[in-house]
Nanobody, 124 residues
Framework: QVQLVESGGGVAQPGGSLRLSCAASGFTFKTYAMSWARQAPGKGLEWVSGIYSDGSDTYYADSVKGRFTISRDNAKNTVYLQMNSLKPEDTALYFC?????????????????WGQGTQVTVSS
C-alpha cells in the first residue's frame, strides 16, 4: 500500500525556517517524481515545488523561489522541503504527493497519491 507521511510542520516566526519531510513507502520511490503543494484555509491548492525521480531537475513556484529548497534521498525513501525566510503568507497545510512518472508535472491529475498534510503557521 502506498503511504506518504509528512512531518516537520509547526509554528515559525517571520524570517524563520522549517524543514518538512515526507516518508514514502509501498512503491519504488526512486523511479517517481515527487511534489510539495499547499493549501491555505478557503483557498485552492498551490503547487510549491517538485523534483524529478533522480533529482536532476526541480520546480519552484515564483512565490517561494530563492527561499525554499526541495531535495530527496532515494536511499531513505524521503523527500524534503527546506523552508527559509518564512513569510506569513506561507501559512498553509503542506502536502506531499507522488507523481505518476519519473519527471515532474505541476498538475493535480499528474499525481496519484497524497499524504495527510502537515500544518505550517508563520506568525509573530
Amino acid at each position: 500500500q502506498v503511504q506518504l507521511v509528512e512531518s516537520g510542520g509547526g509554528v515559525a516566526q517571520p524570517g524563520g525556517s522549517l524543514r518538512l519531510s515526507c516518508a514514502a513507502s509501498g512503491f519504488t520511490f526512486k523511479t517517481y517524481a515527487m511534489s510539495w503543494a499547499r493549501q491555505a484555509p478557503g483557498k485552492g491548492l498551490e503547487w510549491v515545488s517538485g523534483i524529478y525521480s533522480d533529482g536532476s531537475d526541480t520546480y519552484y513556484a515564483d512565490s517561494v523561489k530563492g527561499r525554499f529548497t526541495i531535495s530527496r534521498d532515494n536511499a531513505k525513501n524521503t523527500v524534503y522541503l527546506q523552508m527559509n525566510s518564512l513569510k506569513p503568507e506561507d501559512t498553509a497545510l503542506y502536502f506531499c504527493a507522488k507523481g505518476r512518472y519519473s519527471i515532474y508535472y505541476n498538475d493535480y491529475d499528474e499525481h496519484d497519491y497524497w499524504g495527510q498534510g502537515t500544518q505550517v503557521t508563520v506568525s509573530s
